[in-house]
């Protein structure tokens, strides 16, 4: 018994001995992992790219000056021309008749729901944090393009990733101005007749963006971006 009591000392001082040995070779063997790099673009802070190009999102100061743009910039005065050309053509409203006073009234009424419209967009996205600019896709193909242009009309990036969601604003908005216009200035105060205005509103909205998907992007004259 005593014989064993003399052992532990010594048993004890070969474990410390093989355990700090084992130590000092896991620390030779096993160097440190590199610390992962973070790949940046040149012209961003971060690595969030978005249809080609690095995605930040907007300060109040940005959406301010994008909502005056859209709202009554050249964008605006493209689509509403747009709109009353069609509603000259179509004799909508036909007590409006179809002599220039008669498409003057057109034009004003399309810049006043363009107004409205952008008035009402820009207090949603504001009040729901929603980034509602137009991003072109750049280097994309034709079928990519054309979905861009489609999705922007029910579809919003809320974070810092650029990531879409579906959002009620375009739709809400879109409707709005043809709705207060028929049921304030039209000769007739039909809401149908709003209703029916508002298809143009859509389809103006997405024709611009396919315009400048396919017109003003162009050139750039980006690399293709694989599908």
């Given at each position: ?5 003399a052992?532990c ?6 474990l410390?001995?093989?355990?700090c ?5 896991g ?6 992992a590199?610390?992962?790099a ?8 971060s ?7 690095p ?41 409006w008749?179809q ?6 009234q ?6 006043a729901?363009?107004?409205i419209?952008?008035n009402?967009?820009?207090g ?5 944090r929603e980034?509602?600019?137009?991003i072109?896709?750049h280097?994309?193909s034709?079928?990519r ?15 810092s ?6 959002t ?16 304030s ?18 389809a ?12 003003l ?11």
């Open positions: 018994m005593d014989h064993h009591r052992l000392p010594s048993r004890l001082v070969c410390s001995l093989v355990l040995g084992f130590r000092a070779f620390q030779q063997s096993l160097p440190e590199p610390a992962p973070l790949v940046q673009h040149p012209s961003s802070q690595a969030v790219i978005i249809n080609g190009r995605y930040k999102h907007p300060t109040h100061k940005e959406q301010l000056r994008d909502y005056l743009r859209d709202s009554y910039g050249l964008p605006a005065f493209g689509r509403s021309t747009v709109r009353a050309v069609f509603a000259q053509g179509t004799q909508k409203p036909a007590q008749g002599d220039w006073p008669g498409f003057g057109r034009f004003g009424s399309s810049v729901i363009t107004a419209n952008g009402v967009r820009y949603m996205e504001t009040v729901l980034d509602m600019r137009y072109a896709c280097g994309c034709a079928r393009k054309v979905e861009n242009a489609l999705l922007a009309e029910v579809t919003a990036r809320h974070d990733d650029g990531r879409r969601f579906f009620v604003t375009p739709v809400i908005s879109d409707f709005a101005g043809p709705l207060i216009a028929s049921g200035w039209y000769p007739r105060r039909d809401p149908v007749e709003g209703l029916v205005a508002s298809r143009t509103v859509f103006t909205r997405i024709g611009a963006h396919l315009f400048t998907e396919f017109i992007e162009r050139r750039h004259k980006d690399p293709e971006i694989a599908d």
